[in-house]
């Protein structure tokens, strides 16, 4: 079983950045596509980006592009989600997902979720 945590969320000002950490534990697959969805109150889950644990290749929601970076640390068995130039519209619980097949923006296609992070972006 897999088990994804998700920490580093926080309250940060309009322009700020803010790390985000996913550990992984339990058994995984270097297979496994990793991926960052984000909800807001009121809305759907969004995809945000995701990265191929075996590779590396990465996909972008086109809104961050340029802002986000997501890497991963294969000794760590982290993923992990770089936010700069924050806008208040990123506000949302981001979480963490595993998934066993590669259609990275598909919420669907993913097995395992964390609890999820809070980001709060302020004006």
């Known amino acids: 079983q897999v088990q994804l945590v998700e920490s580093g969320g926080g309250l940060v000002q309009a322009g700020g950045s803010l790390r985000l950490s996913c550990a992984v534990s339990?058994?995984?697959?270097?297979?496994?596509?990793m991926g960052w969805f984000r909800q807001a109150p009121g809305k759907e889950r969004e995809f945000v980006a995701a990265i191929r644990w075996d590779g590396g290749s990465t996909v972008y929601k086109e809104s961050v592009k340029g802002r986000f970076t997501i890497s991963r640390d294969i000794a760590k068995n982290t993923v992990y989600l770089q936010m700069n130039s924050l806008k208040p519209e990123d506000t949302a619980v981001y979480h963490c997902a595993a998934g066993t097949v590669y259609y990275p923006t598909f919420a669907n296609a993913y097995n395992y979720w964390g609890q999820g992070t809070q980001v709060t972006v302020s004006s």
């Open positions: 339990g058994r995984t697959f270097s297979s496994y596509v």
